[in-house]
Structures are given as C-alpha cells and as structure tokens.
C-alpha cells in the first residue's frame, strides 16, 4: 500500500535525484519537501547536464531577478524603447493566459526557451498564479513586478500589435537597424497564430529574436515540440535531455510545486481516499460537448478500456452468493470529470455486483464543477489539486486533446491509456490506446520548412517529433 513513510526513509529521493535546488524555507513551501512522500520514485532520472544548467539558471535568476540593479537597467532600456549596446540580462515574460492544464504546459515551453537561450523567466501572476504554486527559483522571485511599465497592455496583445513580430514581419516593418534593436518584441504563440507568427520556429528568426533584452509571449501551448526541428537548439536539448520523451516530466516537477493551500487539498484527499488502497488508478474524463452529461457513449467507452486493458476488473452480473475473501485487495480508482456521472455509475457497478478478481474497488471523485470557470480561487486550486492527485496513482487512463490530463501523466511520469474522441456519439473502437510517450502534445505547430520556405510535414523530419495519437496534426515528443 502507498502508507506514507518517515521522511528519513527515502533520503535520496526528497529533491528528486538532485532536479531540485536546496536551501529553501521549507514552510513556505511544505509540498517542495513532502511531495517525495506521496510520489513513487520516478525511473527517469534528470541528465546530469539539466541539473547543471537548472543550478546556473539559478544563479543568472538571483543575478537578473525583480528588483536587481540588471532589472532596473533592463527597465530603463523598455522605457526608452531602445537598446544600445548588448544587455547583460535578457528576458522572457509569459504572460498568464488560458485555462490551468494550458498554462502549466506554455510556461514548461517558455522555462525550456529561456534556458535555451539564456534569459531569465518572468511570469505574469494573472489572477491566481501566485496562489496556485510555490516560487520555484532561490532567492529572487519569479514573477513580474506589478509595477513592469507595459503590464496593462498584455490583454491587449494579439496578433495586430504594433510590437507583435509576427505583425512586423508582415507589414515588413524595419524591425532592427544596424545600430539599434527594439527593447522588446510580443511573441504571439496562441492557436490562432498565422504564417507570420509561426517564423518564431526559424533559425533565422531566432536569431535575430535573440538580440531585444525583453521578449513577452502569450500562448496556450505546449510548443516544445518544435524547438527541436529549430537547429540551433537540437544539440543543446539533446544533452539537456538523453531520454527525450521525458521534458515535462523533469520540467514539470522542477517548476511546479503546489502552494500551501492546494498541497492541503492534495494531502487530505489522498490520505482520507488513496492512501490505503493496495493500488490505484486514475481516470481523468474530459468531454468536450457543451451538453452537460454525462454521455451513455463515453461510460461505454471508459468500461469498454478500462476492462479490456485489465486497469479493472470484470464484475460477475449473476446473482450468486459471492464470500470476499477476509482481506481482500483494494483498489482505489480515482476519477476526475466537471460530471459527477461517470464514477456514480462506476461505484454502483462495484457495490451491486462482485468482482471476478476478488478485489474491492472504492470510486472515488474530488469535485464535480459541473462548467469550465474562471476567475474563482477555489475552482482552479481544484483542479490543480486533482492534476497532481491524478500523478500520485498507479495507472492513468486519459482523455484525448486535454491538457488537464498532459500534466498529470507527465508529473506522474508514465504513459496513459488515452480515449480517443468520441465522433457522433459513437463509442471510439478500439476505446483508447497507450500512448508512445509521456509527453504533452503541441496541439498548433507549424508545418513549414524553413529552409525550403515551403509548406512540410514536421511529424516526419526526425524520428523523436511526431504526430500525436489523440491529434493527427499535433506533434509530440516520443
Ligand atoms: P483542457 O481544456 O482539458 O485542455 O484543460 P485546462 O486545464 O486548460 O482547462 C480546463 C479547465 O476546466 C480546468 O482548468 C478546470 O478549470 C476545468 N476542469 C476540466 N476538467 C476538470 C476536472 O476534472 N476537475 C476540475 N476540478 N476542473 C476541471
């Protein structure tokens, strides 16, 4: 069972084999120190070259971070709008945008592209960032001074301002002269970007994008994908990560550690529900229908997969007297819907009929939020609760085209069971299938070569970027 061990009992495991940096107040973070005791150890071990490079992000963060002289040096060169000679620190701003699975797999992206192209990370707290996740870097803070002179602007960014590369490019502005660089430049990465935007993955563009000391990016995408048909960074990301379908995994648990306040949510739910079961499996449905549900064709589907790849077991529909064994193994199936219909249906089936295995299986849901929310506290410290619940499971089962479900499997750290969409209310045959990695999927690359300047297929040019199996135009790392 998953009983919860003394810290001493897994030392080596407590900073994730060295992914993360000591030397931080433990109780202003208690899941950075606790979140060992919950997770299994993960196999994929962070390359001793990331680690490296995380320790002197660090240090570059404590250098350049808010409230630095280099900060205020790099403000004075946004405020005049000009940069003369080369910034000793540069910057990536992400600005806070769409929903919460979205978000922690664009900035995951962004983090990789400032290591890549050493610039420091800051990020627009939007309304609730700063209450869903602890500080990741030491020292200095990771987030935007709410003083940054164009903060207002970021909603307004899109594909027509005037700073926008993507809009320069198009209206063939002069973007730079021999002497001087715009202070900064907007990055529209959002799914609607057109061809224009889309050069961000050019060698060529990036390295002109490589000399304003501030770049801001707005997407609601997991672009990482795409990094690696840019050459430029190939080598780097090849060292960075030997075992290429890893990159959240480490990424993810390196930066994105549950605030006070959700680590309750997350600990109390596990200890009352998961943490006595023998095993236990997550089931993360996500059903993109404005109709509420729940849907006769989507239970099928999760019976008809979860069944079929033995995740649970057969109940035996006759009426025979049944004697459980006196102790016998539970397991814990862990559901995660804004519908609470699909594990009510789940709980009656295990409660009216017994298993063929002999096991117990307990059904259990943290919350049914019935409609996608924004804006509200509680709702998305839910579900970045039930994210991270999700990872702290044996098995996952997944729904196709969601992030929600990308981030638990890749904090968890294992390849789900994905149900493929439902077309016309049809349960989907085969139901699911595994997925070849644990990585995210780039819902909106681009398919252009920039080399050829030609339309191409990105999934094809290297063996490690692919289409993915729930989105036959998105590209995933494998
Ligand atoms: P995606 O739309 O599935 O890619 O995931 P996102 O996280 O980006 O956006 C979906 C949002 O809907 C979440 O952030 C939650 O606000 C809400 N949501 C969707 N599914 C669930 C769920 O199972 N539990 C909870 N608590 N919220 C959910």
New binding site residues.
């Given amino acids: 069972g998953h009983v919860v061990l003394q810290p001493t009992d897994k030392p080596n495991d407590k900073l994730f084999g060295g992914l993360l940096a000591a030397g931080f107040d433990e109780a202003s973070c208690t899941s950075r120190y606790q979140s060992f005791l919950y997770r299994k150890t993960s196999t994929h071990k962070p390359s001793s070259y990331l680690i490296s490079r995380l320790r002197n992000y660090e240090d570059l963060h404590k250098r350049c971070g808010p409230n630095t002289e280099s900060y205020y040096r790099a403000l004075e060169q946004l405020k005049s709008n000009q940069t003369v000679g080369s910034a000793e620190c540069k910057y990536v701003v992400w600005i806070s945008f ?8 664009s900035l995951a992206s962004t983090f990789l592209y400032a290591l890549l192209t050493n610039r420091v990370l800051l990020v627009d707290r939007g309304k609730d960032m700063a209450d869903l996740f602890c500080e990741p870097f030491p020292e200095k803070s990771w987030f935007l001074p709410m003083d940054f002179p164009i903060i207002d602007q970021f909603d307004s960014f899109d594909q027509k301002a005037s700073h926008c590369y993507g809009n320069m490019l198009k209206n063939s502005v002069v973007i730079a002269s021999a002497e001087s660089v715009p202070s900064y430049l907007y990055l529209h990465l959002v799914h609607d970007y057109d061809d224009h935007d889309k050069l961000f993955f050019c060698d060529e563009d990036q390295s002109f994008l490589a000399k304003p000391p501030w770049l801001i990016i707005k997407t ?1 995408n997991y672009f990482v994908p795409s990094l690696f048909l840019i050459t430029s960074f190939e080598q780097e990301l090849s060292k960075l990560f030997p075992e290429k379908g890893t990159i959240f995994h480490q990424l993810g648990r390196y930066l994105f550690h549950p605030s006070n306040n959700v680590w309750g949510l997350i600990t109390r739910y596990y200890q009352t529900y998961l943490a006595k079961a023998d095993e236990s499996i997550g089931i ?3 059903v ?1 229908d404005s109709r509420p549900g729940p849907f006769k064709h989507v239970m099928d589907q999760i019976l008809a997969c979860t069944l079929k790849e033995k995740l649970l077991p057969e109940v035996n529909m006759q009426d025979s007297v049944f004697t459980l064994s006196e102790n016998p193994k539970l397991k814990a199936v862990l559901v ?3 519908n609470s219909g699909y594990s009510e249906n789940l709980k009656h089936m295990y409660w009216e009929h017994p298993t063929l295995t002999g096991e117990v299986i307990g059904v259990y849901q ?4 019935e ?4 804006e509200k506290e509680m ?2 410290r ?6 991270y619940l999700l990872s702290l499971t044996d098995a996952l089962v997944t ?1 196709s ?7 638990a499997q890749g904090l968890r750290g294992l390849k789900p069971w994905i149900l493929y969409k439902p077309e016309n209310e049809t349960t989907p045959d085969p139901p699911c299938r595994r997925a070849m990695s644990m990585e995210p999927c780039f819902h909106a690359p681009p398919f252009y070569d920039c080399r050829a300047k030609k339309g191409t297929d990105t999934g094809a040019i290297v063996p490690h970027v692919r289409h993915c199996e729930d989105m036959s135009w998105g590209l995933k790392v494998v």
């Fill in positions: 769409s929903g919460l699975g979205n978000r922690i797999l609601d993360q449905i996500r993109f995660t819907s804004l943290p919350s049914h939020e409609y996608q929310q924004t709702h998305n839910k579900a970045w609760a039930e994210m729904s085209w969601s992030t929600f479900g990308y981030v």
